[in-house]
């Protein structure tokens, strides 16, 4: 039967552990901002006047995000396809969701905040990479933080590669585009020539520009916000050698493109 109140809900899943609630915190910790300046992709939740979300995917080397204050984010918008969904969203509803991955970290970073957005030059300029400035900068005042823990990531061994397929997952968007817009094979095939094109100039000038100059100042972070949660041979499991930096531009680049089409989140 349905859960229809939040009694149900509460009676269903049971209540927090005491120290749960202890981990939430209004600004960053020192090791929540260092997480930020280590992690080289985060997820953006935002919703539109009428409450409707999405979410968008922002990856580029460490440190992209800049912690300004313990309170306050910096997030640079990049060349992309132009739908400024996120974007629109902030302008009618600032309030945000920000999700920080490091890769091989099964821990998360979770940020709640008021999003406003800024063309201010010299804003723009610090937060250029590959010689290109900003387009824009997306702030974030923070309301609330915490982290989230690995269970999800050990359950689904998202950072052990024996579990990777060995090939990308082809989306077809290019057949997708062809049925919408009344084309036919050869014109998708064009696109998907010219799509996996632009996915390799992408990944090719992140290496190249941005990724082969980056030195990291400090190991990855190996975060335990909550030890209790996860078992040591769980996490024994879930370890494998840090991706290198030249394969991590490569999913930045690839990231970058992938989402290219308009994806709708619903919770």
């Not at 609630?21 to 939740?45: I, M, Y």
């Not at 999700?99 to 998360?108: A, D, M, Q, R, S």
């Not at 999003?115 to 609330?144: I, N, Y």
Request: overall charge positive.
């Amino acid at each position: 039967s349905d859960i229809r109140d939040f009694e149900d809900l509460r009676t269903l899943i049971g209540e927090p552990k005491a120290t749960v609630s202890h981990k939430f915190s209004q600004t960053l910790t020192g090791t929540q901002a260092d997480f930020v300046k280590q992690s080289p992709f985060c997820l953006l939740g935002t919703a539109d006047a009428h409450g409707v979300p999405t979410i968008s995917p922002k990856g580029d080397a460490p440190g992209f995000v800049q912690v300004l204050a313990p309170d306050l984010l910096a997030i640079p918008e990049r060349p992309g396809n132009k739908l400024i969904m996120s974007l629109k969203n902030i302008l009618e509803c600032p309030s945000v969701h920000l999700l920080f991955l490091i890769p091989n970290t099964c821990e998360t970073l979770r940020i709640n905040g008021r999003a406003s957005l800024s063309k201010d030059p010299q804003l723009c300029k610090r937060c250029a990479t590959g010689g290109q400035d900003a387009l824009l900068v997306t702030l974030v005042q923070v309301t609330e933080c915490f982290y989230h823990c690995a269970k999800a990531f050990v359950r689904g061994q998202i950072w052990n590669s024996e579990t990777w397929s060995p090939a990308r997952f082809k989306i077809q968007l290019g057949a997708q585009l062809a049925r919408s817009m009344g084309e036919d094979a050869h014109w998708a095939s064009e696109y998907e020539t010219g799509y996996d094109g632009r996915v390799g100039e992408v990944a090719a000038q992140y290496t190249q520009q941005v990724w082969s100059s980056f030195q990291r100042k400090k190991p990855l972070l190996q975060v335990t916000s909550q030890p209790d949660q996860v078992s040591r041979a769980a996490r024994a499991f879930a370890e494998i050698p840090p991706l290198t930096a030249a394969a991590l531009g490569m999913v930045a680049g690839m990231l970058a493109m992938v989402f290219l089409a308009p994806r709708r989140v619903q919770r």
